[in-house]
């Protein structure tokens, strides 16, 4: 039972433009939700995350929406860089358990 | 100050031997998570450990595998008489928080098993 989805395999950007990386999830407890980069054969690393309180967390070039009637959140890179290509996963849990949910990824490619 | 260290980084295993992966989280944490990605595939919560207690181990499989944490060392996942359908990467997180609060989780490079 996936509770955390990524509908989208893949995306590719051209350098500059904007990236959105999109995740859908089901279960209402979800209260935090984070973003990790991996690049191939290494572990994912954390990027942004962003607590059910707010709608709107920003780091730099990303930023995280979060939508929680629709139970949606995405990503957004803007600038895109093609140091950004890499697998981005969304990750959702609950304050008690610490137990995180992933999403099955979505790969970017930046094209220069 | 370093991170999140799994070893071995590559384990190749024969149908029916045993595989242990090794974690050692970050300096300060103390609460470690293992997570298992197939092909394809997000990476799938296994087990949640802090020192010398398993908290939730709600994603393990119920036979051949088992995880511990001792006081003193790293945190050891063990699967015992693999088979070709355990070949992953599995992945070894830690975090500082204490039960009932969400931190984020660090993790490691991984170690990718590979069952002949």
């Known amino acids: 039972d996936q509770q955390v989805k990524q509908n989208s395999p893949s995306l590719s950007v051209q350098e500059g433009r904007i990236s959105i990386l999109n995740c859908d999830y089901t279960?209402?407890?979800?209260?935090?939700f984070l973003w990790y980069k991996k690049y191939p054969a290494e572990g994912p690393t954390f990027l942004i995350s962003?607590?059910?309180?707010?709608d709107k967390n920003e780091d730099g070039r990303f930023t995280v929406f979060l939508n929680k009637s629709a139970k949606h959140l995405s990503l957004h890179i803007v600038p895109s860089q093609p140091g950004d290509s890499a697998v981005y996963f969304c990750?959702?849990?609950?304050?008690?358990?610490?137990?995180?949910?992933f999403g099955t990824g979505t790969s970017l490619t930046v094209i220069p | 100050n370093a991170g999140v260290m799994q070893n071995p980084r590559h384990l190749v295993r024969r149908r029916g031997q045993e595989a242990r992966l090794r974690c050692s989280p970050m300096?300060?944490?103390?609460?470690v998570y293992w997570y298992r990605q197939l092909p394809e595939e997000g990476l799938k919560f296994m087990v949640y450990?802090?020192?010398?207690?398993?908290?939730?181990e709600s994603g393990m499989p119920k036979e051949r595998f088992s995880a511990e944490f001792p006081k003193e060392g790293p945190s050891i996942l063990r699967i015992q008489q693999v088979v070709r359908g355990d070949s992953a990467a599995y992945f070894c997180?830690?975090?500082?928080?204490?039960?009932?609060?969400?931190?984020?989780?660090?993790f490691g490079p991984g170690t990718r098993l590979t069952v002949l």
């Open positions: 450990l802090q020192k010398e207690n398993i908290i939730d």
């Open positions: 300096k300060g944490h103390s609460h």
């Open positions: 990750a959702a849990s609950v304050l008690v358990g610490n137990q995180f949910y």
């Open positions: 962003i607590s059910s309180i707010k």
């Open positions: 279960n209402s407890m979800f209260d935090y």
């Open positions: 997180a830690s975090s500082p928080s204490s039960p009932g609060h969400t931190d984020t989780q660090y």
